[in-house]
């Protein structure tokens, strides 16, 4: 079983929809929580933390459930440079990341 | 702005052949990683170092090899490459979590094609 897994999608959004996804961990003892962005043929880069009580950046959504281990991410009103691949990562003990296969997301008029 | 370089954006290989790949950060960070992008498997990390001279395994380290003689340097080593370990490569440093969270800055990845 893959420590981090996510649906491959591609999930098809169109414009000024809401969508969410989740993703999944396998060690409890994961500590810390993130989600990060990659567009095609680009680096992955940071979008947002996830906190224990949940948080928000402008239309984007993070929620963390421990108890079911897993972690989701809502985007609002959707935009069409919002399309992407959304990477879960997830951080034990140390300094490692341990990154999901992301989820890709396609958003169209 | 945090930038991190690779030497190349694209390589090609032959089988058998010693191949460098290098990454550059300009932003003091402590921390330095190399991973492994592949469809479907997504990012797997290959090594990382933590200070000069200091390197740790990470979870594919099988053959590869690292070297970090300076702060700002990460070198990934493929001391025979066979056409497995064609790939993306991506580099990525972060500060230490002790004064930072763990965001990662990455480089913009070489392709790697081994034949």
């Known amino acids: 079983r893959k420590e981090v897994e996510q649906d491959p999608g591609p999930f098809n959004v169109p414009e000024g929809a809401t969508v969410a996804f989740n993703c999944t961990y396998s060690n409890s003892a994961s500590q810390s929580f993130f989600w990060y962005r990659q567009d095609c043929r680009k680096e992955p880069k940071l979008l947002m933390s996830v906190y224990s009580s949940g948080n928000e950046d402008g239309r984007f959504t993070a929620q963390l459930n421990r108890a079911s281990q897993y972690i989701s991410l809502l985007i609002r009103d959707s935009k069409l440079s919002d399309s992407a691949t959304y990477l879960c990562?997830?951080?034990?003990?140390?300094?490692?990341?341990?990154f999901g296969g992301g989820t890709r997301v396609l958003v169209k008029p | 702005d945090v930038k991190v370089t690779q030497s190349s954006r694209y390589l090609v290989k032959r089988t058998g052949e010693k191949v460098f790949l290098e990454c550059v950060q300009d932003?003091?960070?402590?921390?330095m990683f190399w991973y492994r992008q592949d469809p479907g498997l997504g990012l797997r990390l290959i090594y990382f170092?933590?200070?000069?001279?200091?390197?740790e395994k990470g979870d594919i380290p099988e053959g590869y090899s690292v070297s970090r003689e300076k702060k700002e340097r990460f070198s990934l080593i493929l001391e025979s490459a066979s056409t497995n370990q064609t790939s993306m490569y991506l580099c990525?440093?972060?500060?230490?979590?002790?004064?930072?969270?763990?965001?990662?800055?990455f480089g913009p990845g070489t392709r790697l094609t081994v034949t």
């Open positions: 990525a440093s972060s500060l230490s979590p002790r004064t930072s969270g763990y965001e990662q800055y």
């Open positions: 170092s933590y200070d000069v001279k200091m390197k």
């Open positions: 932003m003091d960070h402590e921390n």
């Open positions: 990562v997830v951080k034990a003990a140390g300094n490692k990341l341990t």
